[in-house]
């Protein structure tokens, strides 16, 4: 049975870099996509980046587009969120999940009817100003 653990997450000052991995164990990721998804404080949990199981299809949300990356290491069976020029409101802990496909509405207003309920524990991102 799939399972995931996300690491990397810390504090650190605005326009600074940070990156999170997804560590899958008991599947491999050839069979799952993975999206990234993060709740604030006092928020609802909201998609950031999604990426398919081959890599070949990647999404995300405009808030963080242009600023994080995504990627897929099948090798590995990780999944990492490169994030860049971090501001205050990307503040939050954030959570791997597998999803049913990578696609705009997977990391929409509709990210939960693609969650297939295996999530990670999370890590915090905390953005200091």
């Known amino acids: 049975q799939l399972q995931l653990a996300e690491s990397g997450g810390g504090l650190v000052q605005p326009g600074g870099s940070l990156r999170l991995s997804c560590a899958a164990s008991?599947?491999?990721?050839?069979?799952?996509?993975i999206g990234w998804f993060r709740q604030a404080p006092g928020k609802a949990r909201e998609g950031v980046s999604c990426?398919?199981?081959?890599?070949?299809?990647?999404t995300s949300a405009d808030s963080v587009k242009g600023r994080f990356t995504i990627s897929i290491d099948n090798a590995k069976n990780t999944v990492d969120l490169q994030m860049n020029s971090l501001r205050p409101e990307d503040t939050s802990v954030y959570y791997c999940g597998a999803i049913s496909k990578c696609s705009t509405g997977a990391v929409g207003g509709t990210w939960n009817y693609y969650v297939l309920d295996v999530w990670g524990k999370g890590t915090l991102v905390t953005g200091s100003s």
């Open positions: 008991g599947s491999t990721l050839d069979y799952y996509a």
């Open positions: 990426i398919s199981s081959s890599g070949s299809t990647i």
